[in-house]
Structure formats: structure tokens, C-alpha cells
């Protein structure tokens, strides 16, 4: 009830709305404008997930990323860890966010349990991304962090496509569907988000470098680079 509440207070075009809606109620949302956001660990997303959903984490900069990526004008259903669906609803509602309609009743297990199709993305450490480098002629690598943070240091060849600009399909369409797509941000929080933007979009030859920037420095097989107007 205490949701529902919740719901009625922000969202008063929809009161009601937040109760737990079953896999086939959800999926009838999603066969709508409905969009599937995942606030789970990224571990948890990572290993299996609603295909077409954006991940945004609950335990990162939850607010900024959603205001970045999400549309106020969509809907929004969402798949989180038992328990957080009233943080989660509180948070979207702090951002501006009041069109959620509900969430996944027993979350993503039931949505497995169901056997309805799941999507992975997958992580590689930073090691196996030095030893991919020489080898992967069909390799891009996706730098995700601002501008101001790879100029400052960067793999070298890498493009830099903030987080920030994912939203456009215009920058997006740089990339090619039959690339091997090598996203990294500072630390792997970002670069996730981008990987479920760009697997929404229909790039599914995604890798995602764990620790991102930070664990990518400590590979020496790994070059990199800073723009000349800031070397030292």
C-alpha cells in the first residue's frame, strides 16, 4: 500500500500504477512504450538481463545518469532487487521521473523462471582486454568518460564517446553493428549503462572492460596516450 501511496503523491495521472505487475503484465507494458529500466548491481545486470532494458545501478551517481539517459516523456517499468522498488521509485521521483508504472513482480529471477528470454553482456578484466588489442583487427575501443577525462590520459586509438552523448543516434551511428565493441569508462559503472544503450539500439558485439580506466592503466602491454596540449 505504502507504494501505491508513494505513487499517488508523485504521479497523480497515475496513482495506483506501482503495483507488482506479473511477467505477462510486464511484457504487455513493454510491447507498448514502455521502457524496462534495471536498477540492480552491475554484476547482476551484467550476467543476465530483460533484453532491451537500461541499466542504471542504484548503488552509483543513480540521479545524474538518469536525468542523462532516461526520457521524462516514457514510461517506465522496472526490474530491481527485492526490497528497493520503494527507493527506486523515491529516487526516479527526486530526478522529475513520476510515469512509472510498476515493477516486475520477483524481479528478474521470475522473469527467468518464466523462460523468457534473457540478454548478457560480457565482461572482460583488463588483461584480457591487453591481449585482445594485438589481435582483434575488428576491434573498436569506446572510451565512455568525459572529454576533460581522456584527454587527461586514454588507450591509444581509443574514441571518445561520453555517456552524455549516447542518447544521440547520431553519434552512436559512428559505430558499426559488425564491430567488436570494447566499452570502458573510469571504473565500469558508466561503460555498463552505455552497453545497455547500445544493446538496445541492436549492438550486441559488446565487451565490457571491468575497473575500467583504473585497471587499464596498470596493464603495461596496454598503450596510452594524452593529448598533447596537456603532457607533461
Same mark, same amino acid.
Given at each position: 500500500m505504502y507504494l501505491k501511496q508513494i505513487n499517488a503523491d508523485i504521479n497523480p495521472e497515475g496513482s495506483g500504477s506501482l503495483s507488482p505487475l506479473n511477467v505477462n503484465d510486464f511484457k504487455s507494458k513493454m510491447a507498448g512504450d514502455s521502457l524496462v529500466l534495471d536498477t540492480r548491481s552491475a554484476a547482476e545486470f551484467s550476467n543476465g538481463f530483460i533484453p532491451g532494458s537500461i541499466f542504471i545501478g542504484l548503488e552509483g551517481r543513480f540521479a545524474e545518469w538518469a536525468r542523462s539517459i532516461l526520457s521524462y516523456h516514457l514510461p517506465i517499468i522496472l526490474v530491481t532487487d527485492f526490497g528497493k522498488e520503494e527507493e527506486t521509485v523515491i529516487r526516479l521521483a527526486s530526478s522529475g521521473f513520476t510515469k512509472v508504472e510498476g515493477y516486475l513482480s520477483g524481479g528478474f529471477e521470475s522473469w527467468k523462471q518464466a523462460g523468457e528470454k534473457i540478454d548478457i553482456i560480457i565482461d572482460i578484466e583488463a588483461d584480457e582486454f591487453a591481449m585482445d588489442i594485438p589481435f582483434d583487427d575488428n576491434l573498436i575501443i569506446v572510451d565512455v568518460r568525459e572529454e576533460n577525462e581522456f584527454n587527461e590520459g586514454h588507450v591509444k586509438d581509443? $574514441? =571518445? &564517446?561520453? &555517456?552524455?552523448?549516447?542518447?544521440? $543516434?547520431?553519434? @552512436?551511428?559512428?559505430? *558499426? *553493428?559488425?564491430? =567488436? @565493441?570494447? &566499452?570502458? #569508462?573510469? #571504473?565500469?559503472y558508466r561503460s555498463l549503462i552505455a552497453a545497455s544503450v547500445l544493446k538496445k539500439q541492436g549492438y550486441h558485439n559488446i565487451r565490457n572492460v571491468v575497473g575500467g580506466w583504473v585497471k587499464i592503466k596498470e596493464q603495461n602491454a596496454i598503450k596510452t596516450e594524452k593529448e598533447a596540449r596537456i603532457l607533461n
Open positions: 581509443a $574514441i =571518445n &564517446l561520453p &555517456l552524455t552523448d549516447m542518447t544521440d $543516434i547520431a553519434q @552512436i551511428a559512428q559505430l *558499426e *553493428e559488425t564491430q =567488436n @565493441i570494447y &566499452l570502458h #569508462s573510469a #571504473s565500469g
